[in-house]
């Protein structure tokens, strides 16, 4: 690290925080673990390994849990994915690899990957050992990566590796990206992404923090280095476009759970409306109310049917006591001696599919209603990257366009991770996986012999 000896000495231990965000599934001791383990069929044709982003070698660092080998098995972990901890306690297994376990085929409970994985990581932590991997021998060769969320992380992890140098550039003041400051505590506390990335940095990554990159900058780490990475992730929330939004009662997710994370943010008012339905959504009202809401509302336009969020986060947040309104389109933000009092609503009814193919939405002739609100959060997804268009890269559905091997427009310039995620669903173990393929395909391409032949 070249800037700092620990991260995670730069983090205070909020007690607050701690009480509130318990984990969701709190974690195996060996005695649950070893039981577990054994219950895996250690399929040959793994379906758990295929559906994982990063493929995941599962039924091997599960047996090795069975047979008492903890290091062995979160090397394979690491080996696949250098993240394997923090994607142990965020990914959407649900959907991913215990979705595809084979016990479901029987009616059985699917083998609890997450936590295995998870026991698996904690327990190469507690040890105290090293990363089991070395750097690779150097070749000379450095490149520079903009943005040091999982994406970057992950290919700089692959490319020392393979001894090229990867300088890691961030407007934040800790690494991390959206696994520091965007995951809700209950699921990925700040303090175990910042203990992964120190040990991810025993590869000799070195981090440059508080830089931002314009086109300028861009051009002079083109100079400096044999490839730049773009991991920028995407841009603001998108906003309402309703009076009132610029009230200090108004703000976006990522501010809320950012500054809960960092302990600047202890309470929130009695009653808060959420405005979106994905699982950033249902993050924001799970915190609200675990900071103190006593009510807390999800505003949505559509039906359950169409909203983003995963089911079982959907599950987990009316388990929670969370309130849902659906078929609700916020069209003011009601205001009484400065202070937000209340979310002005327009019921909506569904029609007719839009160009996305879901119904589109119009308003009920009257249909508006009010909802009380001392504070009003926006989830409704993230803008698309503005660096795109600083940097005059070609785009594509508002994403930077890449090719096969991750290139963009800009010969030398690469883009990894949401920044790209016209190419799939965002999530942190899709933008590991970027990052190990992108690493891999330009190690291949710096370290291929040069032709000599004519017409070459």
């Given at each position: 690290?070249?800037?700092?000896?620990?991260?995670?000495?730069?983090?205070?231990?909020?007690?607050?925080?701690?009480?509130?965000?318990?984990?969701?599934?709190?974690?195996?001791?060996?005695?649950?673990?070893?039981?577990?383990?054994?219950?895996?069929?250690?399929?040959f044709?793994?379906?758990?390994?295929?559906?994982?982003?990063?493929?995941?070698?599962?039924?091997?660092?599960?047996?090795?849990?069975?047979?008492?080998?903890l290091?062995?098995?979160?090397?394979?972990?690491?080996?696949a994915?250098?993240?394997?901890?923090?994607?142990?306690?965020?990914?959407?297994?649900?959907?991913?690899c215990?979705?595809?376990?084979?016990?479901?085929?029987?009616?059985?409970?699917?083998?609890?990957?997450?936590r295995?994985?998870?026991?698996a990581?904690?327990?190469l932590?507690e040890?105290g050992?090293?990363?089991?991997?070395?750097?690779?021998?150097e070749?000379?060769?450095?490149?520079?990566?903009?943005?040091?969320?999982?994406?970057?992380?992950?290919?700089?992890?692959?490319?020392?590796?393979?001894?090229?140098?990867?300088?890691?550039?961030?407007?934040?003041?800790?690494?991390?990206?959206?696994?520091?400051?965007?995951?809700?505590?209950?699921?990925?506390?700040?303090?175990?992404?910042?203990?992964?990335?120190?040990?991810?940095?025993?590869?000799?990554?070195?981090?440059?923090?508080?830089?931002?990159?314009?086109a300028?900058?861009?051009?002079?780490?083109?100079?400096?280095?044999?490839?730049?990475?773009?991991?920028?992730?995407?841009?603001?929330?998108?906003?309402?476009?309703?009076?009132?939004?610029?009230?200090?009662?108004?703000?976006?997710?990522?501010d809320?759970?950012?500054g809960?994370?960092?302990?600047?943010?202890?309470?929130?008012?009695?009653?808060?409306?959420?405005?979106?339905?994905?699982?950033?959504?249902?993050?924001?009202?799970?915190?609200?109310?675990?900071?103190?809401?006593?009510?807390?509302?999800?505003v949505?336009?559509?039906?359950?049917?169409?909203m983003?969020?995963?089911?079982?986060?959907?599950?987990?947040?009316?388990n929670?006591?969370?309130?849902?309104?659906?078929?609700?389109?916020?069209?003011?933000?009601?205001?009484?001696?400065?202070?937000?009092?209340?979310?002005?609503?327009?019921?909506?009814?569904?029609?007719?599919p839009d160009?996305?193919g879901?119904?589109?939405?119009?308003?009920v002739?009257?249909?508006?209603f009010?909802?009380?609100?001392?504070?009003?959060?926006?989830?409704?997804?993230?803008?698309?990257?503005?660096?795109?268009?600083?940097l005059?890269?070609?785009?594509?559905?508002?994403?930077?366009?890449?090719?096969?091997?991750?290139?963009?427009?800009?010969?030398?310039?690469?883009?990894?991770?949401?920044?790209?995620?016209?190419?799939?669903?965002?999530?942190?173990?899709?933008?590991?996986?970027?990052?190990?393929m992108?690493?891999?395909?330009?190690?291949?391409?710096?370290?291929?012999?040069?032709?000599?032949?004519?017409?070459?």
């Open positions: 690290m070249s800037e700092r000896s620990s991260f995670r000495e730069h983090v205070t231990t909020h007690p607050e925080v701690v009480e509130r965000f318990g984990d969701l599934h709190p974690p195996f001791d060996r005695q649950a673990a070893v039981p577990e383990a054994n219950r895996c069929l250690y399929c044709d793994a379906p758990c390994t295929t559906a994982c982003p990063t493929h995941i070698d599962v039924p091997r660092f599960i047996k090795k849990i069975a047979s008492g080998n290091a062995g098995s979160a090397r394979t972990i690491l080996d994915n250098i993240l394997g901890a923090s994607c142990a306690r965020a990914c959407p297994v649900e959907v991913l215990e979705g595809a376990c084979v016990m479901h085929r029987y009616n059985k409970q699917p083998i609890q990957i997450a295995l994985q998870r026991f990581m904690d327990s932590h040890s050992a090293p990363l089991p991997f070395e750097p690779g021998a070749t000379g060769l450095s490149v520079a990566l903009i943005g040091a969320g999982p994406a970057s992380l992950a290919c700089a992890a692959e490319l020392r590796r393979r001894g090229i140098r990867a300088h890691l550039y961030d407007a934040h003041p800790l690494p991390g990206g959206l696994n520091t400051y965007g995951v809700a505590e209950y699921k990925l506390p700040l303090v175990e992404s910042l203990r992964e990335i120190e040990m991810l940095s025993q590869l000799g990554v070195e981090f440059h923090f508080e830089t931002m990159i314009d300028a900058a861009l051009a002079e780490l083109e100079r400096k280095h044999d490839a730049v990475f773009l991991g920028i992730g995407l841009g603001a929330i998108h906003r309402l476009g309703i009076a009132g939004e610029e009230l200090s009662g108004v703000t976006n997710a990522l809320l759970i950012a809960y994370k960092s302990g600047a943010l202890t309470k929130v008012p009695e009653r808060v409306v959420v405005v979106g339905a994905g699982n950033t959504a249902i993050d924001c009202a799970t915190i609200a109310q675990r900071l103190g809401a006593e009510r807390v509302t999800i949505y336009r559509r039906t359950s049917h169409e983003t969020a995963y089911p079982h986060e959907y599950e987990f947040a009316k929670e006591g969370i309130e849902f309104r659906f078929l609700a389109r916020p069209i003011e933000t009601v205001v009484k001696d400065s202070q937000v009092t209340g979310l002005l609503c327009s019921q909506m009814k569904l029609g007719a160009a996305s879901r119904p589109s939405v119009e308003p002739p009257g249909g508006e009010l909802i009380p609100a001392d504070q009003i959060v926006k989830a409704i997804g993230q803008q698309k990257p503005s660096l795109a268009r600083t005059n890269l070609e785009t594509s559905g508002g994403y930077i366009a890449v090719d096969e091997t991750f290139q963009t427009s800009i010969p030398g310039v690469f883009a990894i991770g949401d920044c790209i995620r016209s190419r799939g669903e965002a999530s942190t173990v899709m933008a590991v996986q970027d990052g190990k992108a690493a891999h395909a330009l190690h291949a391409r710096l370290t291929a012999p040069v032709s000599s032949g004519k017409g070459a």
